[in-house]
């Protein structure tokens, strides 16, 4: 497969977490879920601070780094729930410990 990649100022080029492969995404990209082409695996375009928009009108520009922001917070909000998550697993984990040491108690009686 030989694709052409050119690879402008505005795309955003970061390496796939889970396999290294190295990725080119248009800008109007960041900040959402992609699949990986090399490993399939679901990321998110990663939003560059302070990204250069000078090439864009500038409502074009305001308009999109509302969007990002707004993206930014959503990742925020994924990152806190799936923290949480492990929260909760681990204390159904603690929890379900404790039921089996209260049950072998009781059978002992
Ligand atoms: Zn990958």
């Known amino acids: 497969?030989?694709?052409?990649?050119?690879?402008?100022?505005?795309?955003?080029?970061?390496?796939?977490p889970h396999?290294?492969?190295?990725?080119v995404i248009d800008y109007r990209g960041a900040g959402l879920p992609i699949n990986c082409g090399g490993c399939g695996e679901q990321i998110l375009v990663p939003i560059p601070d302070g990204m250069q928009l000078n090439d864009l009108d500038l409502n074009q520009g305001e308009i999109?780094?509302?969007?990002?922001?707004?993206r930014r917070n959503f990742q925020k909000a994924e990152q806190e729930i799936a923290s949480l998550r492990t929260t909760l697993t681990q204390?159904?984990?603690t929890l379900s410990v404790m039921a089996d040491v209260m049950e072998k108690a009781l059978e002992r009686k």
């Open 91 to 93: 204390m159904r984990e």
């Open 64 to 70: 999109l780094q509302q969007l990002f922001a707004t």
């Open 1 to 16: 497969m030989a694709e052409e990649t050119e690879i402008r100022d505005t795309d955003i080029v970061f390496d796939c």
């Open 19 to 23: 396999c290294g492969k190295n990725l």
